[in-house]
Nanobody
Framework: QVQLVESGGGLVQPGGSLRLSCAAS????????MAWYRQAPGKQRELVAD???????DYVDSVKGRFTISRDNTKNTLYLQMKNLRPEDTAVYYC??????????????WGQGTQVTVSS
């Protein structure tokens, strides 16, 4: 099974930027919707951004205009560019793949998460 490994988290000041990466161990973008979720302490995990197989993107309202989801098919890597970060963006960010395998069986894969902390 394909594994997802996130990187790029860290501590950043308000207004700063970070780029998260999610490296897939195999080719998955042609068979799965890819997404970034986040979970802040004491809160439920929420969908931040997703990208369909065809490349259509969508964002939660709170990050529109600040975050950009993208992918590099040659590197099997998903990205989340985050700009103008706010303290309320502080959370563990998870990469997710939701798709169908060659036998039409659904699969859902999660990465281990990467911490993003926005603080002065």
């Amino acid at each position: 099974q394909v594994q997802l490994v996130e990187s790029g988290g860290g501590l950043v000041q308000p207004g700063g930027s970070l780029r998260l990466s999610c490296a897939a161990s195999g080719s998955i973008f042609s068979s799965a919707i890819m997404a970034w979720y986040r979970q802040a302490p004491g809160k439920q995990r929420e969908l931040v951004a997703d990208m369909t197989i065809g490349g259509i993107t969508d964002y939660v309202d709170s990050v529109k205009g600040r975050f950009t989801i993208s992918r590099d098919n040659t590197k099997n890597t998903l990205y989340l560019q985050m700009k103008n970060l706010r303290p309320e963006d502080t959370a563990v960010y998870y990469c997710n793949a939701d798709g169908m395998d060659r036998w039409s069986k659904r699969f859902i894969i999660w990465g281990q998460g990467t911490q993003v902390t926005v603080s002065s």
